[in-house]
């Protein structure tokens, strides 16, 4: 078993460099490591790893999860994310991906080790059973079967060229869909096997495959008959991986069962001499005749030894299917028939002892004028072997012979010479030529007669064009004749070619065709016209009578062409009529003849259904009745003259009848009108007497009362003069007061206009100062509105860079492991100095949060103290003389964000750390440190005029881990890293200001 390939996709280069470390030492292949999205795609294409481990946060234009994607989508390898990133939104974009694994940092490497595992076991699983469906789709292509692999858990994985031209959907979009989404199926049953498969099949304990026949429903609605095969697939180990699912179209072979029963209904097949088994039974189910193909189907001597067999007992028919039948209807299904369980109850005597498959069909019987009773006529087909074929597909190829030796008829196999490979029983029955003497020798060694026949150029031609071909030969034998249908098959070594004996087929053809004559003789003996047409009104059968009147040429032509126009689209509706309910009718209707005549037909037509209630032919029979039509016209006519007779009679009565019911209307009208005025006149004088009776009344009480209100104003005015003196005396008494009384108001409303006027002055100085406070106070509520709104974005920009820290020191603490843990690779006799090391690595990223911490700036350091602070650590931590190793700063003020900060310090720790072990041979010299800003670009320099590296070193490929650490660190920044050993030693690199 080979290696599993990983590839690391990691923006931090010490976690990169630590994980392939730990993989390598895991046994697994770790050819490089990416730092971007774009370099991760690039990195698929050429090194085609089994998995990748992904971080989700990297350089340049697109992420993780959107590399993952395009990874998964189009190279179908599996993804685990290693990331800091733990938040609720990361957690679901990465969850589209559907990824193999999410794991945050610092991980677990037992939990990493366990994931990868598992991701590889999976996918191998899922490449496992894309295999298994080629192979499928290999075998099944000369039949044009449909495949569709899935997995446990009926998601699909696998679908072949024919599933598109029978379900519609294209092989990108089926994938990775539910089995139930593009497997669309009528029957619920099914719908809920296919719902899981797996699960169904192992729900008795027995693994064993499920089929059957339903009504597929393409993605454009269309509707295909099919045959279908659900079974089960395991690994090298047993265990069950998924499903595999063959179906295929037998729309051609139901139209065919169908048109083979219509003929028997309306031929009235002569079963008893079938070799087809048929019986009839009672309503009850219970058996009342059998052929001979029943009896040794079901391994009996006699009907007596039958007789107890009942239809919906013993062939397990479904409560749905029994509701078809007695609905009239035909029911198709399958049957399995244990005799085993037969004997043990004793009911009926055979000599069988094994289990067989029926497919049987049930048709009802009707009483009718011939005689039949009412009750079921049923075919049984034994379609053991065609059980053991479709199991074939699944067996291995181990069980191949064994499958072909259990076919009842004759099969043999030649390779593309023509030499026999295969030779079964039925072939050494048919011919006495035992296996061993046929295999290995040419057709024409067992078969001399062939060469030249239609039976040798049938052979090449499925030799050339790789198609099935096949041929009905009759033979002699003695006085009898024999039929062989001859059916040759393309296969992987040559032909396959089954010989079947279809003498007794032919016999019922010979049957059915006299049976047919018969019919016809009769139908053709009638005078009345007999034709059948379709619902489209196109005539598909008509008898000699038909002909006579219409000619020859009318099968396949419309009959509405003898109606005239005016008449043809009541007979439309006519034929749109029927219903089940409705099925038979009469119509009459004008024909137009061929030497231009006129004549009336009377015709009564019977609509013929479908399962589906649908009119799929008319059968008509009519007779002419133009004469009739002639003396009911001639009888209309003289009817319509008596009616006119009598209505011209009617028509005289009724206007003379008129005249004088307006003549009476009139003189009644005049005497109403006298008699109205006449009331009218009275009435309007009785009422005048009474007003004036009234008016007279009344001014009587009117004048009494005057004369009493006359009385009571003259007392009144005399009172009146008496108070109207006493009330002006007594009004200039209140005269004087009132003018004393003004005068005092007059005073005290002088005083309040004074009081007024000082206290409007002071009113008016407290709103101005009111104003200026309110102004102040308002200014100060907008200088406080205003700091709130800064802090608030200040709290914002904290807490987002507080998340970016976190998430920074969770990604640091994973490269302080890494570091150690690379290291730690490293430690051997020299433990001390590499603890040290060490220590320097992490106190250069301790450092750079501790000068996060203190700067305003929480984005950016200076470089300039936190160098200093770096160097100062380094040199006093080796012990460094620095009165003899002189270390120069040639840095302006340059800021740098964290992540690059970082990676500058760790490489100038690691650099520097180098020239003070292995630059000075006399502990004497001088480092420098040196950065150039110049455009985009910044240029770190770090040289020391020591005895400079070895010649043959290549520093760019070097093992140790300095270096290497110096290389990784430099690719991560996306930059480039120079060697200038003509003075000591000068490492030059040069980065850009801002990160891609």
């Not at 939104?89 to 994931?115: C, H, I, S, V, W």
């Not at 005399?718 to 200039?732: G, T, Y």
């Not at 002088?750 to 002071?762: A, G, H």
């Not at 802090?791 to 994973?814: A, Y």
Request: hydrophobic share 35%.
């Amino acid at each position: 078993m080979s290696v599993a390939k990983i590839l690391i996709v990691e923006d931090e280069g010490l976690t990169a460099m630590e994980l392939q470390r730990k993989l390598k030492n895991w046994g697994y292949e770790v050819p490089t490591f990416a730092f971007s999205g774009k370099d991760a795609i690039n990195k698929v294409k050429e090194v085609k790893p089994d998995i990748v481990l992904m971080d989700i946060v990297l350089k340049g234009r697109i992420d993780g999860i959107e590399a993952a994607k395009e990874i998964i989508d189009d190279y179908n390898i599996p993804v685990i994310y290693v990331t800091a990133y733990g938040d609720e939104e990361t957690f679901q974009r990465a969850k589209m991906t559907d990824p193999a694994g999410y794991m945050l940092k610092p991980f677990d490497e037992n939990e990493l080790r366990k994931k990868i595992e598992v991701a590889l076991k999976k996918h191998q699983k899922e490449i496992n059973l894309k295999e298994t469906g080629e192979w499928l789709d290999k075998k099944l292509k000369d039949s044009g079967g449909a495949v569709i692999i899935t997995d446990v858990d009926g998601c699909i994985r696998f679908v072949n060229s024919s599933v598109k031209s029978l379900t519609g959907w294209e092989s990108d979009d089926s994938l990775f869909k539910s089995l139930i989404d593009v497997f669309n199926v009528q029957s619920e049953e099914i719908r809920k096997i296919i719902k899981n498969p797996v699960e169904e099949i192992l729900r008795d304990g027995t693994a064993s495959e499920l089929n059957g026949e339903s009504v597929l429903i393409s993605r454009e609605g269309k509707k295909i008959d099919i045959e279908y095969t659900i079974a089960p697939i395991r690994d090298d180990k047993g265990e069950f991986v998924g499903a595999n699912l063959i179906f295929q179209d037998i729309t051609e072979r139901k139209k065919e069962e169908e048109a083979l029963f219509e003929s028997e209904k309306r031929f009235k097949s002569i079963y008893l001499q079938s070799p087809v088994a048929i019986g009839i039974f009672k309503p009850d189910g219970q058996l009342m005749d059998i052929n001979k193909a029943v009896l040794e189907l079901f391994g009996a001597s006699d009907i007596q030894d039958l007789m107890e067999l009942n239809l919906f007992q013993d062939f397990k028919l479904s409560d749905a299917e029994k509701k078809r039948l007695f609905d009239g209807q035909t029911v198709k299904y399958e049957s399995e028939f244990d005799f085993e369980k037969i004997k043990e109850l004793s009911l009926y005597k055979t000599i069988k002892s094994d289990i067989i498959y029926l497919e049987v069909f049930i048709n009802p019987l009707s009483v009718e004028e011939d005689g039949y009773l009412s009750g079921y006529l049923v075919q049984f087909f034994d379609i053991t072997l065609h059980k053991m074929l479709e199991k074939s597909i699944l067996e291995s190829k181990s069980n191949y012979e064994e499958l072909v030796a259990s076919i009842t008829d004759v099969f043999f196999e030649m390779d593309r010479s023509l030499k026999f490979v295969y030779w079964n029983k039925a072939s050494e029955n048919l011919t006495s030529i035992p296996s061993k003497d046929a295999i290995g020798k040419s057709l024409y060694d067992i078969f001399p007669d062939v060469k030249g026949t239609e039976i040798e150029e049938m052979y090449m031609n499925v030799l050339n064009v790789q198609e099935p071909q096949y041929i009905v030969k009759e033979y002699k034998n003695q006085d009898d004749q024999i039929f062989f249908e001859f059916n040759v098959y393309p296969s992987l070594r040559g032909v396959s070619v089954f010989i079947k004996d279809i003498t007794g087929v032919k016999i019922v053809e010979k049957e059915l065709k006299k049976s047919e004559k018969l019919y016809r003789s009769v139908v053709e003996d009638q005078t009345e016209f007999i034709c059948r047409f379709t619902p489209e009104g196109v005539l598909t059968f008509a008898n000699d009578a038909y002909f006579n009147y219409f000619g020859k040429g009318v099968i396949g032509k419309s009959f509405m062409f003898f109606s005239p126009e005016k008449d043809q689209e009541s007979v439309k509706k006519h034929i749109e009529s029927f219903n089940p309910q409705n099925p038979v009718n009469t119509f009459e209707n004008q024909v137009k003849m061929t030497n231009g005549d006129i004549k009336w037909f009377e015709w009564v037509n019977k609509a013929i259904f479908d399962d589906q209630s649908q009119v799929i032919e008319f059968q008509s029979v009519g007779r002419d009745i133009t004469e009739r039509k002639q003396i009911e016209e001639s009888l209309r006519e003289k009817k319509d003259e008596l009616k006119k007779l009598a209505k011209r009679e009617v028509e005289a009565f009724s206007n003379e009848k008129k005249a004088l019911k307006a003549e009476i209307t009139a003189i009644t009208q005049k005497r109403d009108e006298l008699q109205k005025t006449y009331d009218e006149s009275v009435e309007q004088a009785e009422k005048r007497i009474d007003e004036l009776i009234k008016d007279k009344e009344t001014l009587k009480a009117e004048i009494t009362q005057i004369k009493q209100k006359e009385e009571i104003l003259r007392r009144d005015h005399e009172e009146l003069d008496i108070q109207v003196q006493k009330q002006a005396n007594d009004r200039i008494k209140d005269k004087e007061m009132f003018n004393a009384e003004i005068n005092k108001v007059e005073m005290e409303k002088n005083d309040l206009r004074k009081k007024y006027q000082e206290l409007d002055i002071q009113t008016h100085k407290q709103v101005e100062s009111s104003k200026k406070e309110r102004e102040a106070l308002k200014a100060e509520i907008l200088q406080l509105r205003q700091t709130e709104k800064e802090m608030n974005e200040s709290i914002r920009d904290k807490e987002n860079l507080l998340k970016e820290i976190h998430r920074r020191v969770k990604t640091n603490m994973q490269a302080i492991s890494s570091l150690v843990g690379l290291q730690s690779g490293y430690i051997m006799d020299q433990f001390i100095e590499k603890f040290e090391e060490s220590q320097n690595h992490i106190k250069s990223i301790a450092l750079v949060h501790e000068k996060l911490y203190e700067s305003k700036d929480l984005k950016r350091i200076n470089f300039l103290e936190y160098l200093q602070n770096l160097t100062d650590d380094l040199l006093r931590t080796r012990g460094v003389d620095q009165d003899n190793i002189k270390l120069k700063i040639d840095i302006k003020d340059i800021f740098l964000d964290i992540d690059r900060a970082m990676n500058c310090g760790l490489i100038i720790n690691e650099l520097v750390n180098n020239s003070i072990k292995h630059a000075f041979l006399d502990n004497k010299g001088e480092i420098m440190i040196k950065i150039d800003s110049r455009d985009d670009d910044f240029t770190l320099i770090v040289s020391d005029n020591g005895a400079g590296l070895p010649e043959n070193l290549d520093f760019r490929n070097a093992q140790t881990l300095g270096l290497r650490l110096v290389n990784t660190l430099v690719r991560q920044l996306d930059g480039t890293i120079e060697l200038d050993k003509s003075k000591g030693t000068e490492f030059k690199i040069k980065f850009a200001k801002k990160s891609q």
